[in-house]
């Protein structure tokens, strides 16, 4: 929080600092964002060797196409290794440092509403300054028209232009001739054509986006261009990261929508690039991001509560039409992600199928479900080590089965640590307060109690004929 104040009244500073100077630096700024991009406008990705633009001009339309078809997919036989595509560079400043995080956009001109400016602002004005300097932007104007790539870059460097400097934001663009055939493809899921011709250059526009920010960052995530994030997510993003370390994993969820808020490994780029590519036409990308982390052997989805990202286009952006999806899962001030500190958990209570009791505490999507509750069960956490807590959520119940919460029940506090039955277990316990509604949540309970803990539990205080879930168990630590 004293971070996002800080960095509130730094912009106000500065934003005063420009209005005193707007008249004499304007031109200077202006002159020196022209000759950046003058300097960047079409440099040659360096790592990739000239294009055959002789060939490419004098071969058909047609010809071109199937030549660069056969030419990217000889590139199959190493799925690791990039892409061979030329990127013209729109807005970049060359030479960037690698950093922790690279956010991801495609996008093209909308015919109804255009929101990639407002997505980029989002990612920019919810980044505290220290965050900013470990994510970088890349945006992947994939138009083929270029009077609106000129446009949205125009743009884009007028309000972004010491972001572009700072080497934090590139706005780039594959041109069309690396692009397979778009016409007259397959007709899967009987899709109209117009459709088919989207979804399927969708794909390629993604594929040529992951190539390029293969080696740009350790992570990478995709989001849409329209798009707003909730505040401080790398650093949630960062804990969550932590948080698994040590196990597997392909594809980290934020939002539960399209190809929004989906997080890989760098070095998976490559081949979800080659993927992407190899069954453009088949179907639409989200189906195709399901199939890849399946392959990969990532069994379930992944998914973090609450999301990151959320849309706020009204509009799609195939032809316009309505699109009025929402991830009711976003919080927008959702970085106060808790700490869940390392634990064992246990239950007396009758778990139901693969409902276990950890599922209630992982900061994964998933819940602890048993079968009707009887007074005196017991919901035991024992902690690692011996903790200082700051804050304590649990919330029973879902949106869907609003009747399987706990209906009465007690949340306790244990100190000192015995062998009791096999499990370790306290002694002494402490009793916090009474769940209300399914939920229990106490803020300064390090205030409340004189030593630290080392169990926490719920106690069932009346038997219940309802099911029980327990969606959450939160703690943040101090
Ligand atoms: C990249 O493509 C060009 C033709 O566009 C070709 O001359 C070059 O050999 C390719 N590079 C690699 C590494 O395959
Ligand atoms: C595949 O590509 C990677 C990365 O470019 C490279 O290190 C590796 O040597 C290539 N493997 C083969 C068999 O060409
Ligand atoms: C290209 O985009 C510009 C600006 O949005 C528009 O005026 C023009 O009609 C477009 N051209 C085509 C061929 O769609
Ligand atoms: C990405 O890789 C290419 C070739 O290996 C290299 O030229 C480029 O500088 C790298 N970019 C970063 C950010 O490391």
Redesign the pocket.
């Known amino acids: 929080m004293i971070k996002f104040y800080q960095m509130k009244d730094f912009f106000q500073i500065r934003n005063k600092m420009r209005c005193l100077r707007k008249r004499s630096t304007v031109s200077f700024l202006g002159v020196l964002v022209i000759f950046l991009l003058f300097l960047n406008l079409y440099i040659e990705d360096s790592y990739v060797l000239e294009g055959d633009k002789q060939l490419i001009r004098e071969t058909s339309t047609h010809q071109l196409n199937s030549e660069r078809y056969v030419h990217t997919f000889k590139d199959l036989s190493n799925f690791s290794g990039a892409i061979n595509v030329t990127y013209r560079y729109l807005a970049a400043t060359t030479l960037q440092r690698k950093r922790y995080l690279t956010i991801g956009l495609s996008s093209v001109?909308r015919r109804k509403g255009n929101y990639l400016l407002e997505t980029i602002k989002s990612i920019f004005e919810q980044s505290s300054y220290e965050e900013l300097k470990e994510i970088s932007v890349v945006v992947h104007l994939a138009?083929f028209?270029?009077?609106?790539r000129d446009?949205m870059v125009q743009d884009i460097t007028q309000k972004f232009a010491h972001h572009i400097i700072a080497g934090r934001l590139m706005v780039i663009h594959a041109p069309e001739e690396y692009y397979p055939i778009l016409d007259g493809l397959k007709r899967n899921y009987n899709d109209p054509e117009d459709r088919v011709k989207f979804r399927s250059k969708q794909n390629v526009d993604y594929a040529f986006l992951l190539n390029f920010c293969a080696n740009t960052s350790d992570y990478y995530v995709m989001l849409e261009d329209d798009v707003r994030c909730s505040k401080n997510f790398l650093t949630a993003i960062k804990k969550v990261i932590a948080s698994l370390e040590g196990t597997y994993w392909v594809t980290l969820e934020f939002s539960k929508l399209g190809y929004i808020g989906k997080l890989y490994h760098s070095h998976d780029l490559p081949r979800l690039a080659h993927f992407l590519l190899m069954f453009y036409q088949e179907m639409p990308c989200d189906w195709l991001l399901t199939h890849f982390r399946g392959l990969l052997a990532q069994k379930n989805v992944i998914r973090f509560k609450p999301s990151l990202f959320q849309h706020m286009g009204y509009y799609s952006s195939y032809k316009g039409t309505e699109n009025k999806l929402k991830d009711d899962d976003f919080e927008e001030e959702s970085f106060d992600i808790p700490d869940n500190p390392p634990a064992s958990l246990y239950t007396n209570m009758n778990v139901f199928e693969n409902y276990e009791a950890s599922k209630a505490y992982s900061s994964v999507d998933e819940y602890f479900w048993g079968k009707p509750p009887s007074k005196g069960d017991v919901f035991l956490i024992v902690f690692e080590n011996p903790i200082i807590i700051k804050k304590i959520k649990v919330n029973t119940g879902t949106e869907d089965r609003q009747n399987d919460i706990l209906h009465h029940g007690i949340l306790d506090v244990g100190k000192r640590i015995i062998l009791s039955k096999q499990i370790r277990q306290c002694d002494t316990y402490l009793r916090l307060g009474e769940f209300k509604n399914g939920n229990f949540e106490m803020s300064d309970v390090n205030q409340k109690i004189p030593f630290d803990v080392y169990c926490m539990r719920i106690c069932v205080t009346k038997t219940q004929k309802e099911w029980l879930i327990i969606r959450s168990i939160s703690i943040w630590t101090s």
């Open positions: 001109k138009d028209n270029s009077s609106w446009i």
